[in-house]
């Protein structure tokens, strides 16, 4: 008789975490594995970790994922096209669509709590771990599966540890008794610890490579995320617990801060000296940034490291270039990303040159006057949009639905101009998903640095092939220093703000704003009582195209009064007769700017029946 592994069935647990809905749990993916010996041959091994890749990591998809594993943090609800990474930047200061991110502004719900469906995958992947000694042949080769396996359950980890803090520790397969379940949440830093632990373990199993065209994991990428979660989590303890919130642990010391942070300069800086990767460029600063990202091969890259592959006639495709291919896609980039790139010589972009470059739409875009990444993440005129087609003078903020600019400031990056078939239907956009790139090595370390209060030449050193590429000046942190009232991290020092901007204008619309918030525990400064903005329109060319009958002929905007028969369609913030006023998509729906509790909302609510089920022993978050 057949050995029935049923690895998708958590007896008790899994009922707990998931949502087990029939059919779900029915599963049985390896029902073709060894009949005698689960696990018998390095191929068994191969096909059993494969269920990991699909699904698991960050992807291009706007469609809802139906597989196994969901993406470990959705940052937007899927009915209003927030997934996948292109669009997971959706409800911090740097993207917003037209309907309000319940999260972000503080509008989130305790009865939509989501479940933990990352423990079914923690389950596998303990299976994984207890029947491994099966595996017959080459032990160099099985430990590779080994060393997956060991990544995967930290990516698990992880990402409840960002949503909803410390969970339960389990590194075996549970039975079924109720009583298993009832046991407390580990400490935050054995969570973090033990992550940290399986990464390790991942570097010494997973192969070195030069390389990303195999799509899966080696020992880089585990170094990659090793820095990633050692500064996620350094930063998390250093800045909650300067605010004196609820989320910090209240017994952590600063050595123990201290090591985190030296674990993710070490662990990136293993990578910067392997002399394997490095930035990619052609040289060509105007159309290096954004090709990487509609780039459809990226086997032989030198900044990818891990990435996922598309392909339409495999009916594997996602939709991003159907809707950014609008001009719209009812999103938009806000004015507080467009204000942080630096002018093309390297200072800050404030005061009158800011002020007479906005009095033209689209002028503060141009790569002769600003870091020409902001070209190439923002559609600016006269750039390619479909074939034969190109970016008009003026942004569709007079359209509706998905053809509509909910700032002004539409989203280029990611964007297949060429592709005839992307722009025009769903699921045929092919653009890679990039899940690890070098950059962010470059850009951990810095952080890392910085935060250490190391040598600012070697952050500079790490930082400058990002300028490189893009044309910009080397670094010089008291040159960009930005001290405007205004700014946000006006009161940190050059060197920290500094690599912050780097890392916001590098990774914009890449799905990593809102770590980067929680973490730093900058919600004060960033989202708490603000409203995101767009583009000017009263005081600049906008206004007199849509008076003229000019490009908004066909649809005129009315902002604060509408004549008879029509309504408001623009919201600007400031009051009739202010010469200058944004465009402010939610001044009617949040009129007080957003509402995020920063007593609360830095972590998402528990399921209440997941507090029932283990007999109190999980108490609900802070706040909650």
């Not at 990303?212 to 990633?228: E, G, I, P, T, Y």
């Not at 990202?293 to 159907?322: C, G, P, Q, R």
């Amino acid at each position: 008789m057949k050995k029935n592994l049923n690895i998708c069935v958590l007896l008790g647990l899994l009922c707990v975490f998931s949502a087990c809905k029939k059919g779900f749990l029915d599963l049985e993916p390896l029902d073709t594995l060894s009949t005698t010996n689960s696990l018998a041959s390095t191929n068994e091994l191969r096909m059993y970790m494969n269920q990991f890749y699909q699904g698991t990591q960050l992807n291009q998809s706007v469609v809802p994922n139906v597989d196994i594993y969901p993406e470990s943090f959705p940052l937007q609800p899927r009915d209003v096209g927030g997934a996948g990474i292109a669009f997971n930047d959706a409800g911090t200061d740097n993207m917003i669509f037209s309907a309000v991110n319940t999260r972000t502004s503080g509008l989130f719900s305790l009865s939509a709590a989501p479940a933990i469906k990352e423990y079914v995958a923690v389950r596998n992947l303990n299976y994984f771990f207890e029947n491994f000694k099966n595996a017959k042949g080459n032990a160099t080769e099985n430990n590779k599966f080994l060393g997956e396996a060991r990544f995967f359950r930290a990516y698990y980890y992880f990402a409840m540890l960002k949503r909803i803090g410390p969970v339960t520790w389990v590194n075996k397969v549970l039975p079924g008794e109720r009583e298993v379940m009832e046991v407390p949440r580990a400490s935050r830093t054995l969570i973090v610890d033990s992550v940290l632990a399986d990464l390790d373990q991942a570097v010494a199993l997973l192969p070195a490579v030069n390389n990303s065209a195999s799509m899966r994991l080696h020992k880089d990428v585990a170094l990659a995320f090793k820095s990633r979660v050692a500064l996620y989590e350094a930063t998390w303890q250093k800045y909650h617990k300067a605010k004196n919130d609820p989320f910090f642990t209240k017994d952590i010391g600063p050595e123990k801060i201290q090591s985190y942070f030296e674990q993710a300069r070490d662990a990136a800086s293993a990578v910067m000296t392997g002399g394997k990767w490095s930035i990619y460029t052609t040289g060509k600063p105007l159309e290096d940034y954004g090709n990487l990202f509609i780039t459809t091969d990226l086997s032989t890259n030198s900044e990818v490291l891990l990435w996922k592959k598309y392909n339409a006639n495999d009916n594997i495709a996602h939709s991003v270039s159907k809707y950014t291919s609008t001009g719209g896609a009812d999103l938009g980039l806000t004015l507080s990303l467009v204000d942080d790139y630096l002018t093309r010589d390297g200072r800050p972009f404030v005061g009158t040159e800011r002020a007479e470059a906005q009095k033209v739409y689209a002028k503060e875009l141009s790569p002769s006057l600003r870091d020409p990444r902001l070209g190439q993440t923002v559609a600016l005129p006269g750039k390619p949009l479909k074939p034969a087609v190109v970016v008009p003078g003026y942004p569709p903020i007079n359209q509706t639905g998905f053809n509509k600019s909910t700032t002004g400031y539409p989203l280029y990056k990611f964007l297949e101009y060429n592709n005839a078939a992307a722009v025009a239907d769903d699921l045929k956009s092919v653009a890679p998903a990039i899940i690890f790139r070098y950059a962010e090595v470059l850009l951990n370390y810095a952080e890392a640095v910085a935060e250490l209060g190391g040598d600012p030449a070697a952050i500079a050193n790490a930082l400058n092939p990002l300028r490189i590429r893009a044309g910009m000046p080397a670094v010089d942190f008291n040159r960009e220093y930005n001290t405007d009232a205004g700014y946000p991290f006006r009161s940190l020092s050059n060197v920290i703000q500094a690599v912050r901007r780097e890392r916001r204008v590098e990774f914009a619309a890449e799905g990593m704003r809102l770590d980067d918030i929680l973490r730093w525990a900058a919600a004060g400064e960033l989202l708490i009582g603000k409203r995101q903005l767009g583009t000017l329109f009263v005081g600049s060319d906008m206004t007199s195209q849509n008076a003229a009958g000019g490009f908004y002929s066909s649809s005129l905007l009315y902002y604060d009064t509408a004549p008879a028969g029509k309504s408001v369609n623009l919201y600007l913030n400031g009051n009739a007769g202010d010469a200058q006023r944004y465009i402010d998509p939610y001044k009617s729906v949040l009129p007080n700017g957003a509402g995020f509790n920063p007593q609360r909302d830095y972590l998402m609510p528990i399921q209440q029946r997941m507090i029932q089920l283990t007999a109190g022993q999980w108490a609900q978050n802070p706040g909650w």
